[in-house]
């Protein structure tokens, strides 16, 4: 069974760093492009960032731009998200999305999906 597992969520405040993790327990995203999303308490689901299987191309949403980096070794078949200068606005669930050959935003074209780590940024 597929299965991306996200970890590396918590409580800190603003301006603080987090790593979250997706382990890709079954190798199977190496040559796929992968991404993160992320969804607020009452908001639809955001993209925020995303990778080319080769880790050479990266996209990322503007309200992330600069702060956040994310990163892939695929030897050990995971995916980060680098978050720094944390904001009470990054507040969400993220989750971790894999299974597609575009570098896209759009979450219809990602086929498989973590159950998510929340994330929640005091001031």
């Known amino acids: 069974q597929v299965k991306l597992v996200e970890s590396g969520g918590g409580l800190v405040q603003a301006g603080a760093s987090l790593r979250l993790s997706c382990a890709d327990s079954?190798?199977?995203?190496?040559?796929?492009?992968m991404g993160w999303f992320r969804q607020a308490p009452g908001k639809e689901r955001e993209f925020v960032a995303a990778?080319?299987?080769?880790?050479?191309?990266?996209y990322y949403a503007d309200s992330v731009k600069g702060r956040f980096t994310i990163f892939r070794d695929n030897a050990e078949n995971t995916l980060y998200l680098q978050m720094n200068a944390l904001k009470r606005e990054d507040t969400a669930v993220y989750y971790c999305?894999?299974?597609?050959?575009?570098?896209?935003?759009?979450?219809?074209?990602?086929?498989?999906w973590g159950q998510g780590t929340q994330v929640t940024v005091s001031s």
């Open positions: 999305a894999a299974g597609t050959n575009f570098l896209t935003d759009r979450s219809e074209k990602y086929a498989y």
């Open positions: 079954e190798r199977m995203f190496s040559d796929s492009t």
């Open positions: 990778i080319s299987w080769i880790g050479g191309t990266t």
